[in-house]
């Protein structure tokens, strides 16, 4: 199957997908029927790798941690056993520095590494910087998959065939739109950032609620808009990626 055709269908059932979504946002009616159990899963899949975005970043600054689904109040959380341990950021400092001396003939991966292991150390003594950190990439997961997702599609790296490479598609387009309407109810609709606030029968309990709290001048639409960003960078990079494989 072509990457036009692949593209194409993952694109129209991910707008299908998304209907019930937007109508929940903004309308708070949701259809069961007929898309309603495809906005459902998606929804699931966006929870599962958010609450994993939250669980290794907070491994990555010596929280351990796992991830759970919340049936109580929806959605899910990752769930701290107490706070950072040095031996655990030890470990992961030693890992990443080891990394970077074995892959040094690998410059990009390196480079990845040493990058992280100098972002590691250079937010890890400020708590309100690691905890910001941790709690952003919960959602900052869910376009970086997507994207991931979409780059699989593409360049046609599903080793089962045509229906995994359509279904990569498919969710990676649905987990990006979802997003952006996520994030537009956040910014013009009082009623989903109400609930937002709110979410778990606690105030202020959402992740970017939680980081504009930490620093004074950050608010929380500029917070919504870095998310939307990157969003937006995770779904163009995969087509660069084609135009500059094509040239």
């Known amino acids: 199957m072509s990457i036009q055709r692949t593209l194409l269908i993952g694109l129209v059932i991910a707008l299908l997908a998304c209907i019930p979504t937007y109508k929940w946002i903004f309308h708070y009616n949701f259809d069961v029927l007929p898309f309603g159990w495809m906005a459902a899963g998606m929804s699931y899949m966006a929870v599962f790798f958010h609450e994993i975005g939250h669980t290794v ?13 919340d049936f109580q109040h929806g959605g899910g959380f990752a769930y701290s056993f107490g706070d950072a341990q040095l031996a655990i950021s030890v470990c992961i400092w030693a890992a990443l520095g080891y990394g970077v001396f074995t892959l040094k003939d690998h410059k990009v991966l390196a480079g990845g590494l040493a990058a992280l292991l100098l972002f590691n150390l250079a937010t890890f003594y400020s708590p309100d910087l690691r905890l910001s950190v941790i709690d ?28 995994e490479r359509a279904m990569n598609a498919i969710v990676g387009f649905g987990m990006i739109f979802r997003i952006f309407l996520d994030a537009a109810g956040l910014l013009r609709n009082e009623v989903h950032r109400y609930m937002y606030y709110n979410q778990k029968g606690m ?9 504009a709290s930490r620093f004074q001048g950050l608010n929380f639409e500029i917070i919504v808009y870095g998310w939307v960003g990157l969003t937006i960078l995770c779904l163009v990079i995969p087509f660069t990626l084609l135009i500059l494989y094509r040239r």
């Open 136 to 163: 952003f990439m919960g959602p900052g997961l869910e376009p970086i998959i997507a994207g991931f997702f979409l780059y699989r599609a593409i360049f046609d790296l599903a080793p089962r065939g045509n229906v």
């Open 203 to 211: 105030h202020g309990f959402g992740d970017f609620d939680k980081i």
């Open 57 to 69: 970043f907070a491994w990555f600054y010596g929280y351990p941690t796992i991830p759970m689904f």
